[in-house]
C-alpha cells in the first residue's frame, strides 16, 4: 500500500487572493502547498496596470509562509486598456498573461469585455509577446442556460479567436464539461486548468429538493456526472495539457447570500492538494499526480520546473467546517468530511 508520495513542489494556476484580512489567510494556505500561485486579477479594485501588477505580486509575497513563494499576475483586460503599458508589462514578466473575463460571467467581471472583436489588438500582443490568454470561458446573455455557457462561449468565440490566432498559448480556465475538454484536447496551443470540485461535485450537489447549497455554487457551474468522469480522465491520464487550477475563490460566510444573489466561488485552500490525491488515487493514478501538480503547468506556460519537493502522506484528515481568522469566516469546500491524504 502507498503510505507516502514524494512529488515536485506544485503551482497553482488560478486562485483568487482578494485583498486585505482575506488576502493573509489565502496567501498562508496557498504558500503553504505552492511555490507558485497565479493571483486572480479580478480584485474589488482590478489589475489592468503594470504599477497595479508589481505591488499586488509584492502584497501577496511579503505575506507569504514559504521563502520562495512567488505570485504570477496576469492583467485583466478591458476595452480600454492602456495597451503601451500592457505591452511593456509583458515584456518585463510583469504580467504573466492576460486574462479574459466576459462581462457579467462572474464575480467582478460587470467591466470585462463584451464585444471580444474589440480586444483581437490585444491578443495580437499576447501572440507576438509568446505570453498567455487565460479565459474564463462562459458566455452569460440572458436566452442561454447556465450549464450550457461554456458550449456557447467555445462555438460562439472561442473557435475564432482559436483560428485566428494560431500560435497564441491559451489556458481554458476551470474546464467544467466534458465538450470543454474535447476541445482542448482537439486543438493545438491549448491547455485547460482543473478544480478539484468540478471532479467531485455534480449539479445535485447544487440543486436538489428545491433547495440551493450556496457552498457549491461557483462558476462554471458544476455539471453532469458525464463531465465529471470527463474531467477526472483528463486530469488523471489524458494527461499533458492539464494541470492544477484550483479556482479556490473564497467569500465571507455571511456574503455567500445576500438578499435574493448567491456569490459564486468556492474555497478549497486548505485542503486542495490532498483532494487532487485522492481524486487521483480513486482514479488509479497517483503516478500521474505529479504531472498535473507539477509538470503540465510549468512547461506550458515555459517557466522552469520547481526544484523543491513535497510530500503527501497517508493520513487521515478532516476538513473544519470553516477558515475563520480575525474577521474572516470561510466556508471550507468538503468541510466535515475525511480526506486520506495530508501534506507533512
Ligand atoms: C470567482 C470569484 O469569486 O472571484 N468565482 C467563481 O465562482 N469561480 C471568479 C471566477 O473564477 O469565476
Ligand atoms: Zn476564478
Request: overall charge negative; glycine content about 4%.
Amino acid at each position: 500500500m502507498t503510505t507516502d508520495i514524494k512529488i515536485i513542489k506544485p503551482d497553482d494556476w488560478h486562485v483568487h487572493f482578494r485583498e486585505d484580512e482575506m488576502l493573509k489567510v489565502v496567501t498562508k494556505y496557498s504558500s503553504r502547498v505552492n511555490r507558485r500561485c497565479i493571483a486572480m486579477p479580478n480584485t474589488s479594485n482590478l489589475i489592468t496596470s503594470s504599477d497595479q501588477a508589481v505591488s499586488y505580486k509584492k502584497l501577496i509575497e511579503s505575506n507569504s509562509h514559504s521563502k520562495n513563494f512567488e505570485a504570477l499576475i496576469p492583467c485583466y483586460l478591458t476595452e480600454s486598456l492602456n495597451i503601451d503599458d500592457f505591452t511593456y508589462a509583458l515584456q518585463n514578466n510583469i504580467f504573466v498573461g492576460g486574462k479574459l473575463y466576459p462581462t457579467n460571467a462572474t464575480t467582478n467581471s460587470q467591466h470585462g469585455v463584451n464585444d471580444i472583436k474589440k480586444i483581437y489588438n490585444i491578443f495580437e500582443i499576447l501572440e507576438k509577446e509568446n505570453s498567455i490568454l487565460l479565459i474564463h470561458g462562459e458566455l452569460n446573455r440572458n436566452n442561454i442556460d447556465i450549464f450550457d455557457r461554456e458550449k456557447y462561449f467555445i462555438d460562439e468565440e472561442l473557435f475564432q479567436i482559436r483560428n485566428t490566432f494560431k500560435d497564441l498559448k491559451i489556458v481554458l480556465e476551470h474546464v467544467s464539461s466534458e465538450y470543454g475538454v474535447d476541445f482542448v484536447n482537439s486543438n493545438n496551443n491549448i491547455a485547460g486548468t482543473i478544480t478539484p470540485h468540478h471532479m467531485l461535485l455534480t449539479k445535485d450537489d447544487v440543486f436538489k429538493d428545491k433547495q440551493i447549497n450556496p457552498h457549491h455554487y461557483c462558476m462554471p457551474v458544476v455539471k453532469n456526472e458525464s463531465d465529471l468522469l470527463s474531467l477526472r480522465r483528463a486530469a488523471c491520464f489524458e494527461n499533458n495539457k492539464f494541470f492544477i487550477g484550483t479556482d479556490s475563490a473564497p467569500h465571507q460566510a455571511k456574503d455567500k447570500i445576500q438578499h435574493d444573489s448567491l456569490k459564486a466561488g468556492i474555497f478549497s485552500s486548505p485542503c486542495s492538494l490532498e483532494l487532487y490525491a485522492s481524486i487521483f488515487e480513486e482514479e488509479n493514478a497517483l503516478e500521474n499526480l505529479e504531472k498535473f501538480s507539477s509538470i503540465n503547468g510549468p512547461k506550458f506556460y515555459g517557466l522552469d520546473i520547481n526544484n523543491d519537493f513535497l510530500t503527501l502522506n497517508k493520513e487521515e484528515m478532516i476538513v473544519p467546517e470553516y477558515t475563520e481568522e480575525g474577521n474572516i469566516k470561510v466556508k471550507n469546500f468538503f468541510a466535515g468530511k475525511k480526506i486520506d491524504w495530508k501534506v507533512s
